[in-house]
Nanobody, 116 residues
Framework: QVQLVESGGGLVQAGGSLRLSCAAS????????MGWYRQAPGKQRELVAR???????IYADSVKGRFTISRDNAKNTVYLQMNSLKPEDTAVYYC??????????WGQGTQVTVSS
């Protein structure tokens, strides 16, 4: 089994920054990609950013230029640096790991609240 532990969420004013971290542990045989999703109240979970093994990245249009995803392969950890935060970024952020056979694993989620 794979465990994902997130940290770094919290309350911040609009324009501020937060850095999320997600450490993976357990029976990790291979990692295809790691990423972050978010879910706001009443909305569907959406992809925020993803980083693949070849270090290529994808971002949601709404966060391009403001968020940066990075990964420390030695630590099986993925980070999300969030700058110029907006109230509409308020959501529960979930870490995601895609492992062997494209199986998805999820963290428990961390709340990010941006006040106006």
């Amino acid at each position: 089994q794979v465990q994902l532990v997130e940290s770094g969420g919290g309350l911040v004013q609009a324009g501020g920054s937060l850095r999320l971290s997600c450490a993976a542990s357990g029976s990790i045989f291979s990692i295809e990609s790691m990423g972050w999703y978010r879910q706001a109240p009443g909305k569907q979970r959406e992809l925020v950013a993803r980083i693949r093994n070849d270090t290529s990245t994808i971002y949601a249009d709404s966060v391009k230029g403001r968020f940066t995803i990075s990964r420390d392969n030695a630590k099986n950890t993925v980070y999300l640096q969030m700058n110029s935060l907006k109230p509409e970024d308020t959501a529960v952020y979930y870490c995601n790991l895609v492992g062997s056979w494209s199986i998805h694993f999820w963290g428990q989620g961390t709340q990010v609240t941006v006040s106006s």
